[in-house]
Every structure is written in structure tokens, then in C-alpha cells.
């Protein structure tokens, strides 16, 4: 089996790269391969590569992120997010092809206190939010084997995150202000790609099980209490850190005025993923608290 991964050097992607070898011969794409192949920003590009190279699935875990940036850059967002994974779905219906995508509790409106379900009327907030709904609507639509998974507050070992942020931020600020009523799961990439290569396994031999789930981690908190968990952490793993920090303030989004909305509830209901594919998924503690040793 040939698996075709788009987006290897991303926090995902460098993780899907280790989960996705056990189940078949691996080719990664990204930006710096040739012909564009890897290129999203241009779609007949990508549609060429998988025309190419053939693969009996096709893994999209690139996108347009910069969810500030994207307010200003609409165009590029869609094209990255939108145009270029439908893109890949036709190329993989035309193959006879599994497409995996993954996509983002920003599709929702943030609304409420009750972790969203994957059949929740959907009412994205941002420009990012609106393009990465187009591209799961587009993957869903134009490939019939598909698994599109919704993550959120995603981490990991390889590339920037919010706790690197924070450890550099306590080593050169005596205060921080740190958002307390946006709720989520933070959520490691090493956990969504091992989900990913188990779900796809059974998916592979089971084709009814497409569909669109969500994966995250257990458990909710908020941004303020992100951060607490990692500086408590990080000072018990190591009781001598040199930080200037003293203090923490908790406040409210009010309180950061950015070009995009962001959603207060950004909890996910797992249950279905869970039930369908038979997995645990941890609290999201254990993959901070891993991530902070693995940093010592």
C-alpha cells in the first residue's frame, strides 16, 4: 500500500511521518518539492502529484494556519484550505482512493458549554474557520472513502507551540496575561497520528466507517489553566528554572483585540470516534506533561 502525505514538516506531519510508516510504503510532499507538487497554494500541482504518484491514500495534514493573517489573505486561505484538499478528494475518487483530512473546532461558532457533535450546525466565526470548512465539505463530498477529523489546540515536540511560548515568555516577563474563557482540550500531534493510523487500518477493510469524527484529547480547560499546568510542571521537573516570572493574570478575551474572532467553546465530543474505532483517548495532562519532559 502507498500512503501520500502532504505537509510533512508540520507539527502534525512529523508525527504522521512515524504513525503512518507501519502501514505502508510512505511518500511526503511539502512546499520545497518540486514542480509544486507539494505547493497547496497551488492546486493542479497537487492534483499532478496524486495523478503521479498513485497512492492508494492520500494524508492532507497541510493548511494555511495564520489564523490573524488569514482575515487579509482570504484568497490564499481558501486555495490552501479549500480548493487544493477538494482537489485531492476528486484525484482519490478517481483512484479508488482513501483521503484523510484533518480539520479544526473552528468550524464551529464557539457558542455554548456542550462539547460540539460532528452532526452541530456548523457557523465559523473567522476567515480560517470559513476556509477549513470549505475543504472538509469538499473532501466529504468528492471522495466517497474519507475520514475527515476536527482536532483543536494541537501541540507537539517538532515546530513552535503555545507551552514553547510560554516557558520562553517566563525566562523574560515578571507578568503575563493569559486568556481564561476559551475552553478546550490541548491536544498532541503524537496522539491524533496514532489515532489517525489506527483509524485508518480499520477503515481500510471496513470502507462504511467514513465519515467525519472528532480527535482530541480528554478533558477541557482554558488557556490560563494551559499555562498554569505547564509552569507548575515545569517548575517541578526542574525546581531550579531561572524564570523572572512572578505572576499569571487570567482574563478575558475582551482583553486581546485581534483581526479575528476566536470561538470561547472549542470543546469536542469525541464519543463517536471513540465508539466507532475502539480507542482511549488520554487526558490532555499526559501529553503536556510528556511534552514538557521531553523539553527538560
Known amino acids: 500500500m502507498k500512503i501520500l502525505l502532504f505537509g510533512k514538516t508540520g507539527q502534525l506531519g512529523w508525527e504522521l511521518q512515524r504513525s503512518l510508516s507501519l502501514l505502508g510504503e510512505l511518500v511526503t510532499l511539502d ?3 518540486p514542480s509544486g507538487w507539494g505547493d497547496l497554494s497551488r492546486p493542479e500541482g497537487v492534483a499532478q502529484a496524486i495523478r503521479e504518484i498513485r497512492p492508494d491514500v492520500i494524508v492532507n495534514a497541510a493548511a494555511y494556519t495564520a489564523v490573524d493573517r488569514a482575515e487579509s489573505e482570504p484568497d490564499l486561505a481558501l486555495t490552501v484550505n479549500g480548493q487544493a484538499p477538494a482537489a ?6 478517481n483512484l479508488g482512493a482513501w ?4 480539520s479544526t473546532d473552528y468550524v464551529f461558532d464557539g457558542s455554548g458549554e456542550r462539547p460540539w457533535r ?11 474557520g470559513q476556509t477549513k470548512l470549505v475543504g472538509e465539505t469538499g473532501v466529504a463530498g468528492s471522495c466517497e472513502r474519507h475520514l ?4 483543536s489546540w494541537v501541540f507537539g515536540r517538532h515546530g513552535q507551540n503555545f507551552a514553547k511560548t510560554m516557558l520562553r515568555l517566563a525566562g523574560e516577563r515578571e507578568r503575563l496575561t ?5 475552553m478546550g482540550a490541548p491536544t498532541g500531534a503524537d496522539l491524533i ?6 483509524a485508518l487500518r480499520q477503515a481500510l477493510v471496513e470502507p462504511r466507517l467514513a465519515g467525519i469524527y472528532h480527535v482530541v484529547a480528554a478533558g477541557e480547560t482554558s488557556w490560563h489553566g494551559y499555562a498554569m499546568r505547564i509552569f507548575d510542571e515545569a517548575r517541578r521537573l526542574n525546581p531550579s528554572l531561572a524564570w523572572k516570572l512572578r505572576e499569571v493574570a487570567a482574563v478575558p478575551s475582551s482583553g486581546f483585540v485581534t483581526p479575528a474572532r476566536r470561538p470561547n ?5 469525541t464519543g463517536r470516534f471513540r465508539q466507532t474505532f475502539g480507542l482511549v483517548l488520554p487526558h490532555w495532562t499526559h501529553g503536556v506533561d510528556r511534552l514538557l519532559r521531553d523539553l527538560q
Open 31 to 33: 512546499r520545497s518539492a
Open 265 to 269: 467553546n472549542s470543546r469536542l465530543d
Open 193 to 198: 497520528a496514532d489515532a489517525t493510523a489506527h
Open 99 to 102: 483521503m484523510v483530512h484533518f
Open 118 to 128: 460532528e452532526v452541530d450546525r456548523t457557523g465559523p466565526l473567522n476567515v480560517y
Open 88 to 93: 485531492m478528494a476528486r484525484e482519490a475518487q
Open 178 to 182: 493569559v486568556i481564561d474563557d476559551q
Open 148 to 151: 475527515v477529523l476536527r482536532t
